[in-house]
């Protein structure tokens, strides 16, 4: 099996780490045409300038774009490994067979290695053990060293915990990046002392927000990812006076009615300490199209092997199952405002915050990890976004490629959610589009009331020229998946200006723009 490297290498060279494919890390532009859309950087004349002037009609800027010469859009790529995985699940006889011989050797490997990796990794802290118990960092790095993974670091993000500030050390599985830090370490602590002043004066929030705020901070306590709560000198006695800073929580109301806490990176300045040189990659809906579009045609006209299932798998409380790491937490004590004694108390988190930009590296680590484990180790069709998965498969194998994916996350310790689980079915919910399968082909549309509620968080954005910290973002990337069911240059909505204002802490002036 052959997997290319982070950078792109001649086929005939095998060595050196064998990280994530090209095809991955750009997978919008990679699988670009699967849904019938075409990007900006395939049009003649290429780069980010302007499809079209601007000022036309709307009669003569269909009649332009009517008229544009067109790259052909059915050239479509999916990763090596992906290719490896669908090839296996068309054509290989046996397949569940094939897979359980697969299972029993990498369980056997891992018996047989795993112990003296254990020995080499370091000891777990007491909170360490209290979060990721169940993490198996000794079998993640056999399997991960049995395919030349480049991120050689990863157990120890299980074993030790996460980073949350300061330089994020290089992986090599991601695209490479300019750094975004703003503000030094030692910068950021010397205001500490002066930010909690700050918190203890700050305004409370709505007594509906602070109620559910304080109550699922004491659901956290009692999984043991929290401990609190408690007076500011506790934590000046357990890091030292002024070495500590607080990130304040607050609550997002969902559109399916789920109330889901935000611990804001941003307000304490803890996203600008960050230090990265690289940036994620994640699949997309055209993945999902590209990967269906590939698997079809390998398995051709034969109607035995055409029938094909979906299913899709979520992470239970996904950031919570990283620890953080020991000196780094306390950058993450929590302030959350105590409905019963109207004042902002603190807590400790051990466990990822939700909100912080390192956060959104760390945990990629992991998901990035499974993805390739499970392509290259199990030949199972897999996409991963964040802490989602996404399975196509053969229905003459009777589901075999979704039950070794549930039993691979149980053999290297994440916790999946079962109430999420969509088993395989011709039609599933993924990254808020109902996707569906017939006869080889694949349809996408948004999910039920999904426009409608964009739609009226933008009217109500406008209205109130007003946006929460981070809605912008939020929106952007909601905005970006309904484009993907949305086919055509006509159907897509335009997001440059969320794009470059997304991160604006004036508020006023962002909505501002957008409406002018």
Known sequence: MRVHSVVRKPAADTQGPLGPDWADQYAHRAAAGADGQQLRCQL????SLPLLPHGLTAAQHFQCVAALPHTPIDKTTVACDLEYALQQEATRPALPGWRHWRRRAMESLCDSFAPPVERILPKP???VQQVGSQLRPDRLAVLAAGMQWPDVSLPYLC???AVLTGTLSPTGIFRPCQSKQVL???????????WVDTVLRRSAPSKEDASKIWKKTQTEKQLGLMEGPFPPSHFDARHGRGRWRPVVRFGVEQKDGK???IDNGRSSKTNDTVDTSERIHCCSLSGAAATVRRLSAIVGDDATRAELLMSTHDMERAFRQVPVREDQLRFSVIAVWSPREKQWTFWQLLAMPFGLGSAVNEFNRISAVVVAIARRWLALPLLGYYDDFWIVEAKRWGKNADFMFRWLMS?????LDGDKHQGPAPKVNFLGSRLKIAQGCISMKPKKGRIENITAEIDELLRTLCCAPGALASLRGRLLHACSTMHGRLGHCTVSYTHLRAHE???????RLLLE
């Open 411 to 415: 053999f290297i310790g994440f916790i």
């Open 44 to 47: 003649p004349h290429g780069g």
């Open 259 to 261: 109330f889901r806490v």
């Open 184 to 194: 030094s370490v030692e910068e950021f602590e010397a205001t500490a002392g002066a």
């Open 125 to 127: 802290a007491p909170h």
């Open 505 to 511: 802490t004036d508020s006023y002036l962002v909505c």
């Open 159 to 161: 074993r030790e915990g």
